[in-house]
């Protein structure tokens, strides 16, 4: 939910477009240590995982088949045409084992209660959602999840590297701007933006948290050229609604750089990181 316009960021063609990068992207380090601290917890029967921003159900697609069995699912979102085309999504996903995945969905504003619809998780989860929430809200989320004692598992948070090879004329210029428009309020209050990796992890140290972080690089080249050039306009479309006097300047860089890179005369890396943190001393792989 990250990355793109922000008038568009929970539109169904752009999860479905980004979906590939994400999962070739994720640690998958991280997702084995949060299979063993599941399988280790286990011994309730069912796993109860919570998946905050859920949009179409790209987490709960790459997650289920990799976790323990016995899940239960609550996708939770605003957007009840997102939900129900994840709940239809999830009906032919097995867990690790083969066995069927409960998924429950909620509709719900996530500016409110989050401490809240946390409790009871044993692994809580969410994708490319942390640059758009203020430092507030992500202290009650780290509150809720330190009192439910639940796992967590963050991923593809943005943390402010991009990086065209080679590089090319105004890309820092257009970029800056960009990150400037990443910390605008996205409904969340003042957004993290690129900072939302460093806040997170110290957050949830504050709150007792063992934190584990690896990097989960986007890699686009020719053959993601339709992402990239999506990423691209989302890009130029944010960097004139900071600077709208160099509209110009700025259109003509996103057409240069979407021909350079649909022509294969340059390579993108996009940024994210991936955190997960267990509540207990048993820390994660390092």
Not at 89 to 114: C, F, Q, W
Not at 130 to 138: I, T, Y
Request: charged share 25%; proline share 3%.
């Amino acid at each position: 939910m990250s990355d793109i316009d922000p008038h568009a960021l929970f539109a169904a063609d752009w999860l479905s477009l980004r979906e590939p990068a994400d999962h070739a992207a994720r640690n998958g380090d991280l997702t084995a240590s949060a299979v063993a601290w599941l399988t280790r917890a286990d011994s309730r029967q069912t796993l109860d995982i919570v998946d905050l921003g859920s949009g179409g159900g790209s987490n709960l697609r790459y997650l289920a088949p990799r976790l323990p069995a016995h899940q239960s699912w609550r996708l939770i979102d605003h957007d009840a045409g997102l939900l129900d085309r994840a709940r239809r999504a999830g009906n032919d996903l097995r867990d690790k084992t083969g066995g069927a995945v409960e998924i429950a969905t909620h509709v719900a504003d996530l500016r409110e209660g989050v401490d809240r619809r946390v409790a009871g998780a044993d692994l809580v989860t969410a994708a490319a959602l942390f640059d758009l929430v203020d430092a507030a809200w992500f202290e009650r989320l780290a509150a809720g999840c330190a009192a439910a004692a639940s796992a967590l598992l963050f991923v593809l948070s943005v943390d402010g590297r991009i990086r065209f090879t080679p590089k090319g004329t105004d890309d820092r210029f257009v970029l800056d701007l960009v990150a400037l428009h990443q910390r605008r309020d996205k409904g969340f209050g003042g957004a993290l933006g690129t900072d939302a990796p460093t806040v997170m992890g110290r957050v949830l140290r504050e709150h007792g948290f063992i934190v584990a972080q690896r990097a989960s690089d986007w890699h686009l080249e020719a053959r993601h050229a339709e992402l990239a050039a999506a990423l691209i306009e989302g890009w130029r479309s944010a960097a004139g609604e900071q600077q709208p006097e160099a509209a110009a300047r700025i259109d003509a860089w996103a057409r240069r750089r979407t021909i350079d890179l649909t022509e294969g005369r340059c390579t993108l890396l996009v940024g994210h990181q991936d955190i997960f943190a267990t509540p207990d001393r048993q820390a994660p792989a390092t």
